[in-house]
């Protein structure tokens, strides 16, 4: 009797449990749809808008190193003859704020492991301006390198206005696969960058790049990606460093703006470029803000230079200095100068009457010294690209970063009231991850002392993917034109 009762209660329990088991998956269901209403997806935004383009800076979300190290220097003198001015800081002031080089290669995390710039864009309902759905986008600037066999598109043989720090095959680099790799961003396809299309696509227009030597590289990767088209008459004038080209065919004009400083400065000794420059940080500089009112493209950056000994005034008034011997002044950090600048800059923009063009702010380019600082032996030596989790933003960089992010949306604000567009080309996270790519000791002669230079970029080599961006940021900007 009893083992009868027994059978008879396990069937019944028995018939309980697909009862059971339906109600557990229907409250899983139920759960994911909640998390997938509130939690959408990290990948999608609306190119180029910065208020929906903004990355998490939280510790989270980018690893910095506990205890960055830099090897201390207080020799200037090998600055402009090295890296065409744009040495990294060498002065113990400067040191203070940046590391000996701006990455150093990591063990590998484990796939938990954050990355070091998160670009996690929430999604809104909205339409964008080209009137396609907001998942039509995704963000170009997260994503790795992969093998593409068909590259490069032009060499040192087809393109001569490639300078000599960065002609890396005329100096003989004995490895060549740095040249064999594109940008694949994550959620889309990133088309290479095709001249033809190009110079239709910029007809009747104008390109002003403003910024330091590194500026100038991307600029000769442009004239160098469009010389398997056709060459630029030059109609640069005496002995100005801001150059200028015009494709007459097309009625398109590219200019470069020499401003390392973004804002007025001045050598305190007119014969030694090593010497502290004194940095007017709420005054213009007026060699490029009186000049370019009529392009209509600005791609605008900075970086290297604000290592350098520096003094800086407000309202003409003396107020600190980096790196500096001079007694009874504050001595600021390179960050201060740094936001003051962008801020100065955008704000310029901001303020030209007739300016209606759009304005890029290229994110600032690690260097990638290992074994020592720039003057203390330091080199780039690897061939391959990283893996997106085998390096780190060192805490400066993070720094740099962030200011240019933040005066980039203060100035995309303030120029909405007038019309004006402000946009990101980010090329951090991508140039983060090639080491490989800079002329080291392969920019000069064997019999040349020079230091190795691992801050501008072979040509050509990866920084052509920064022309990739900027050909598919103007075809945004110019469907857009279209539907207004």
């Not at 190193?65 to 003859?81: I, L, Q, R």
């Not at 864009?121 to 593409?148: I, M």
Request: charged share 25%; proline share 7%.
């Amino acid at each position: 009797m009893k083992r009868q009762a027994g059978e008879l209660s396990l069937q019944l329990k028995l018939r309980r449990i697909p009862k059971v088991a339906t109600f557990l998956i229907a409250i899983t269901v139920l759960l994911s749809l909640v998390i997938s209403v509130y939690s959408p997806p990290s990948f999608w935004y609306k190119l180029g808008e910065i208020s929906e383009a903004t990355p998490s800076l939280e510790e989270s979300t980018i690893r910095r190193p506990k205890d960055p190290e830099w090897p201390e220097s207080n020799d200037t003198t090998k600055s402009k003859e090295i890296l065409g001015g744009d040495e990294p800081g060498s002065h113990k002031a400067a040191q203070e704020t940046a590391a000996a080089g701006s990455t150093r290669s990591s063990s590998i995390p484990s796939p938990s492991s954050p990355a070091q710039i998160d670009h996690s864009y929430n999604r809104t309902n909205s339409q964008n301006p080209t009137g396609t759905t907001q998942e039509n986008y995704c963000d170009l600037f997260s994503g790795e390198w992969v093998p593409n066999p068909e590259a490069p598109y032009y060499t040192n043989a087809t393109c001569y206005r490639i300078q000599d720090h960065q002609n890396c095959l005329k100096y003989a680099r004995p490895d060549t696969g740095f040249l064999k790799w594109r940008w694949k961003p994550d959620g889309c396809v990133l088309p290479i960058f095709d001249p033809n299309h190009f110079l239709e696509l910029v007809r009747g227009k104008s390109i002003a790049f403003i910024g330091d030597s590194v500026a100038r590289n991307h600029m000769q990767s442009l004239i160098c990606l469009l010389s398997r088209v056709l060459d630029p008459l030059d109609v640069s004038t005496g002995n100005d460093e801001n150059q200028h080209w015009v494709y007459k065919d097309y009625n398109f004009n590219i200019s470069i703006f020499s401003a390392p400083y973004l804002v007025r400065s001045e050598k305190t000794d007119p014969n030694d470029v090593t010497r502290p420059f004194n940095l007017y940080l709420d005054e213009f500089d007026e060699d490029w803000t009186t000049k370019v009112e009529g392009y209509d493209y600005i791609v605008i950056s900075a970086g290297q230079w604000f290592f350098r000994p520096t003094i800086f005034y407000e309202n003409r008034t003396l107020i600190g200095c980096l790196a500096c011997q001079l007694d009874n002044v504050a001595r600021l950090r390179m960050n201060f100068s740094y936001e003051r600048a962008f801020r100065t800059a955008f704000r310029a923009i901001n303020s030209l009457a007739n300016f209606k063009g759009v304005t890029f702010l290229r994110t600032i380019t690690p260097s990638h010294f290992e074994g020592g600082s720039w003057d203390k032996g330091g080199d780039c030596v690897r061939t391959m690209p990283y893996k997106r989790n085998e390096a780190v933003l060192e805490d400066y960089m993070v720094e740099m970063y962030e200011i240019q992010r933040r005066e980039l949306r203060i100035a995309q604000e303030e120029g909405s009231k007038r019309g004006l567009k402000f946009r990101l080309l980010d090329a951090t996270q991508p140039m983060l991850l090639r080491p490989d790519g800079h002329p080291s000791k392969y920019g000069h002669w064997p019999n040349e002392k020079m230091a190795n230079d691992c801050v501008h970029w072979c040509l050509p080599g990866p920084i052509d993917t920064w022309n990739d961006f900027l050909q598919e940021l103007i075809e945004r900007e110019e469907a857009r034109k279209s539907l207004v």
